[in-house]
Nanobody, 126 residues
C-alpha cells in the first residue's frame, strides 16, 4: 500500500524558511517522479515542483514560476523521503502542502498523480 506522510509545516514569519518532509512507504521514491502541491484557503490545488525518478529517469527538477529560486525539491533515496526546502517565505505561501506520486518515473505538465498525502499546514504571518 502506498503511503505518503508530510511533516515540517508550521507558523513562520515572512522571509523565514521551512523544510517539509514526505516519508513514503510501499514504493521506492527513487523510481517515481514526485511532486509538491499546495492548496491555499479558498483556492484550488496548485502544482509547485516535481522531481523525476533517479532510476529510469534523469532526476531533473521542475518548478512553478511562483516558487522558482525560493523552493528546492530533493529526495533522499536511503530514507525514502521527499523534501521541499522553502526560503524567503511570503504570506501568499500560506497553504496546506501535499506531496504526491506520479505513476511513472517522469514528470510532464498536466500529468495526474496516483497518490497524495494528507498534507501539512504552512502559515506565513508576522
Amino acid at each position: 500500500e502506498v503511503q505518503l506522510v508530510e511533516s515540517g509545516g508550521g507558523l513562520v514569519q515572512p522571509g523565514g524558511s521551512l523544510r517539509l518532509s514526505c516519508e513514503a512507504a510501499g514504493f521506492p521514491v527513487s523510481k517515481y517522479a514526485m511532486a509538491w502541491v499546495r492548496q491555499a484557503p479558498g483556492k484550488g490545488l496548485a502544482w509547485l515542483s516535481a522531481i523525476n525518478g533517479a532510476d529510469g529517469a534523469d532526476g531533473s527538477t521542475f518548478y512553478a514560476d511562483s516558487v522558482k529560486g525560493r523552493f528546492t525539491i530533493s529526495r533522499d533515496n536511503a530514507k525514502n523521503t521527499l523534501y521541499l526546502q522553502m526560503n524567503n517565505l511570503k504570506p501568499d505561501d500560506t497553504a496546506v502542502y501535499y506531496c504526491a506520486k506520479y505513476p511513472s518515473s517522469t514528470y510532464a505538465s498536466g500529468k495526474f498523480f496516483d497518490s497524495r498525502g494528507q498534507g501539512t499546514q504552512v502559515t506565513v504571518s508576522s
